[in-house]
């Protein structure tokens, strides 16, 4: 996928990196604190320990704001592969570095350019994260693995911000518990 390409931080491949990233539910905080240190390449896992915000010309790296959102995501394969990729090109690169090394509105920024040159409707970078709870929710991953992934502190916030998705998911009830009638009918 990204053979030849340029991986420095205009290119398109590291905004797909980046994206890519969100595809697994992370903030803007977390995103831009994962260092290589954070990738277990062997496990295809993702440890979540620490956000990173911009304060006083400072970059400061801290805990996350609650111990539920300290977590280990599993990785998708393909990710795992462009993380490597990533971090080959960047030769020498340190485990305590940063992956992303710019300031949260750069990333916004980004996405606002990429965003005019595909003409898209406009979204924030959080709603990436939204975009992906909602792929998780029809794909009918469990809303208390999607709280983990999320790093939730509580089920019920996860409930409370995508439950309206739910829905749609009443009519597979249903069709399930016709289905189970149909088969006792049948005995």
Aim: hydrophobic share 40%; glycine share 4%; charged share 30%.
């Amino acid at each position: 996928m990204f053979a030849g390409a340029s991986l420095d931080e205009n290119s398109g491949a590291f905004c797909e990196l980046k994206a890519n990233f969100f595809r697994l539910i992370l903030t803007k905080a977390e995103l831009l604190a994962i260092t290589k240190a954070d990738i277990n390449f062997e496990k295809n896992q993702l440890n979540i320990d620490k956000t990173y915000y911009r304060t006083g010309k400072k970059d400061v790296i801290t805990e996350p704001k609650t111990k539920q959102s300290v977590r280990i995501i599993e990785i998708p394969g393909f990710l795992k592969k462009e993380i490597q990729e990533f971090v080959d090109r960047h030769y020498g690169m340190a485990d305590t570095q940063r992956l992303f090394p710019v300031v949260q509105e750069a990333v916004q920024h980004k996405m606002k350019r990429q965003i005019k040159v595909a003409g898209v409707k406009k979204i924030r970078v959080h709603d990436l994260r939204h975009s992906h709870v909602a792929y998780l929710i029809e794909k009918g991953v469990e809303p208390l693995l999607i709280k983990e992934r999320l790093g939730h502190k509580d089920i019920r916030i996860t409930l409370n911000t995508y439950g309206h998705l739910y829905p749609n998911q009443q009519r597979k009830v249903a069709n399930l518990l016709d289905e189970e009638n149909q088969i006792d009918a049948i005995k």
